[in-house]
């Protein structure tokens, strides 16, 4: 520990500290803009100066170590100054239609300038050129906003290891983006809009599908039918000032009835079925000396980036549809049928935590009646506010229950939303199916957590199965070349593309630099999906009553023909 002076408070700390951290500890909020806590530590912006006794000038407090005895004032006239000065030169260059801004409400820069006391803005004049690139089906990128903090470049090349946006030009003219200023479309983006969760402003956002979902809703020809992915649930409530981690799946359900969509079904519904394609899809190549490692399909960014970056793991991937999707192509196919509906005017829409599924649900493969699986995913954020501007009292609604049949879920299904999920979920099944015998414990804690890699060596009897969890693309690669190296083996790999696998997907609600580096998102989110998992009565997805239906009445068995045509897809190398 080291004794240093803050503000004429004397404190001690751990030696590895930064200034920042110490001020932090005793309340202090020195303001940030770059600074992303164990993303990107870089000293760019200069908004958390702050004045160190015997330096010449002030110092960047995010980046500066603590050292012995020294002495830090955070709040004087220069410092305020400074800051002051920084934060209108950046405000200089902005695009100011806040009112119109998609960020309105939450933009960090906005609620700088209102801490800040921001009047006016000294030095208008020249603007950067700037891009408005539309050319994603998940991402919008809009330089008119960019503060060019960093923050975008750090999450895409450190932590997901993508590597397709940059800074280019010098001085004024630094612009953030894909290399010679191209569309987001035209490199090898996987559209995980992890991008889009680190922004401090709207310069990264999601494509929203807001107007064509209430033009669906409007339209009297259409019926129109919502499913709601496992780790939405986790997050809608904090858009309504809900504490993290407050699970609002009742809420969810009827808002979304509430906003007029004729039926309301579950992806988790879709999870459990998953998990029985999934596991057959295993055993047979256990069996039949399939290739192997087998890696799961559900995360539509992991399978863009395993498209362009790993082609040789094509193989691997297991050919399930991602849940949505699946259950998109049976409310087209089994639904519809049931219910006397033509597909085409069923409209389904895919409420997501994610703004990979957006491109994923554009691509022409899923289509298994003719008809694209999913007709529009919206993340989160957008749900949100489809529910404020209908005005409904989201945090005043009664509990409401999915529709039948494909609302029905376990706690297997619930879990897919947090990394390491989608294999518990797997092993619980799998593992009864080889035994024959029922499990005494289905807590397979061993892939439970937020460690980036994840293994175990599960016994069933016979066999044993090695397996292997990992979130993020960046740690996705790590894994892989370990497998490619041969330093590795498994047999089954479960892989997300976020940080956190869903439930700190790119679409989820916007955490502040500031609340990050308190708040342990990943582990509260997912602590909700685990325990709605406990609170329910059937967590096995293989003994969901109503995935036995579906099987008896129209899919006949795991990995029948039908089931191929309509649940299996293949992959583009
Ligand atoms: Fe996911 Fe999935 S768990 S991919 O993370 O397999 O997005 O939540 O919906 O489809 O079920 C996301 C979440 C989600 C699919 C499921």
């Known amino acids: 520990n080291v004794t240093i002076t803050i503000d004429n408070k004397k404190?001690?700390?751990?030696?590895?500290?930064?200034?920042?951290?110490?001020?932090?500890?005793?309340?202090?909020?020195?303001?940030?803009?770059?600074?992303?806590?164990?993303?990107?530590?870089?000293?760019?912006?200069?908004?958390?100066?702050?004045?160190?006794e015997g330096a010449r000038a002030l110092q960047t407090s995010c980046v500066l170590p603590v050292s012995e005895g020294m002495v830090v004032k955070t709040n004087t006239k220069a410092v305020r100054e400074a800051r002051k000065a920084t934060l209108e030169l950046l405000l200089s260059n902005h695009n100011r239609e806040c009112l119109m801004c998609a960020r309105n409400g939450n933009c960090e820069l906005q609620t700088l300038s209102n801490e800040m006391g921001i009047k006016e803005i000294p030095f208008e004049g020249e603007k950067t050129e700037s891009t408005l690139d539309l050319s994603s089906h998940s991402i919008v990128r809009d330089t008119s906003k960019c503060i060019v903090c960093g923050r975008c470049v750090s999450v895409c090349n450190n932590v997901q290891q993508v590597g397709v946006l940059g800074f280019s030009n010098r001085g004024f003219e630094t612009t953030v983006g894909p290399v010679f200023d191209k569309g987001i479309s035209e490199v090898a983006c996987i559209n995980c809009g992890q991008c889009i969760a680190v922004c401090p402003v709207a310069a990264l956002r999601e494509k929203d599908a807001i107007d064509y979902v209430w033009d669906?809703?409007?339209?009297?020809?259409?019926?129109?039918?919502?499913?709601?992915?496992?780790?939405?649930r986790a997050a809608l409530g904090e858009e309504f000032g809900l504490?993290?981690?407050?699970?609002?799946?009742?809420?969810?359900a009827a808002s979304l009835r509430?906003?007029?969509?004729?039926?309301?079904f579950d992806t988790d519904f879709a999870a459990d079925l998953t998990i029985l394609e999934e596991g057959y899809e295993l055993l047979s190549r256990l069996k039949n000396n399939g290739k192997l490692p087998m890696i799961t399909?559900?995360?539509p960014g992991w399978i863009k980036f395993c498209e362009h970056y790993y082609p040789e793991f094509l193989d691997n991937l297991s050919t399930c549809k991602s849940p949505h999707e699946m259950l998109g192509a049976l409310i087209k196919s089994y639904y519809a049928e049931k219910n006397n509906i033509k597909p085409e005017d069923i409209y389904v829409v895919s409420i997501m935590p994610c703004t990979a599924k957006k491109f994923e649900a554009k691509r022409e493969e899923l289509a298994a009646t003719g008809y694209p699986d999913v007709d529009a995913v919206l993340t989160t954020r957008e749900l949100a506010k489809?529910?404020?501007?209908?005005?409904?009292?989201?945090?005043?609604?009664?509990?409401?229950?999915?529709?039948?049949v494909l609302g029905e879920s376990t706690g297997a299904g619930v879990i897919f939303g947090a990394?390491?999920?989608?294999?518990?979920?797997?092993?619980?099944?799998?593992?009864?199916?080889?035994?024959?015998?029922?499990?005494?414990?289905?807590?397979?804690?061993?892939?439970?957590?937020?460690?980036?890699?994840?293994?175990?060596?599960?016994?069933?009897?016979?066999?044993k199965v090695k397996v292997a969890v990992?979130?993020?693309?960046?740690?996705?690669?790590?894994?892989l070349e370990k497998v490619k190296s041969g330093e590795k083996e498994y047999h089954f790999i479960e892989v997300m593309g976020c940080p956190g696998g869903c439930v700190t997907g790119g679409g989820q609600p916007y955490i502040s630099a500031k609340d990050r580096y308190t708040k342990d998102v990943m582990k509260t989110r997912a602590k909700a999906l685990y325990n709605e998992d406990m609170g329910k009565a059937i967590r096995k997805s293989h003994e969901n009553p109503m995935i036995k239906k579906i099987y008896d009445e129209f899919l006949e068995k795991p990995n029948s023909h039908k089931a191929h045509q309509l649940l299996h897809t293949h992959y583009i190398k």
């Open 11 to 52: 404190i001690q700390v751990p030696a590895d500290s930064t200034v920042l951290d110490a001020a932090r500890a005793i309340g202090i909020d020195i303001p940030t803009l770059c600074f992303l806590k164990d993303i990107n530590e870089v000293g760019a912006c200069r908004m958390c100066l702050v004045e160190v």
């Open 216 to 232: 669906a809703l409007e339209n009297p020809n259409k019926h129109v039918v919502v499913q709601t992915a496992p780790a939405v």
């Open 243 to 252: 504490p993290m981690g407050t699970s609002v799946t009742g809420k969810m």
């Open 258 to 264: 509430r906003l007029g969509f004729d039926k309301v």
């Open 297 to 299: 399909s559900c995360s």
């Open 386 to 404: 489809m529910i404020k501007e209908a005005r409904i009292d989201f945090n005043n609604l009664e509990d409401e229950d999915f529709d039948d």
């Open 419 to 463: 990394t390491g999920g989608v294999m518990e979920a797997a092993l619980r099944t799998v593992a009864e199916v080889v035994t024959g015998k029922e499990l005494e414990n289905i807590d397979f804690k061993q892939v439970r957590g937020t460690e980036g890699i994840k293994e175990a060596e599960i016994d069933l009897g016979e066999l």
């Open 470 to 479: 990992a979130h993020s693309t960046g740690k996705a690669k790590e894994l």
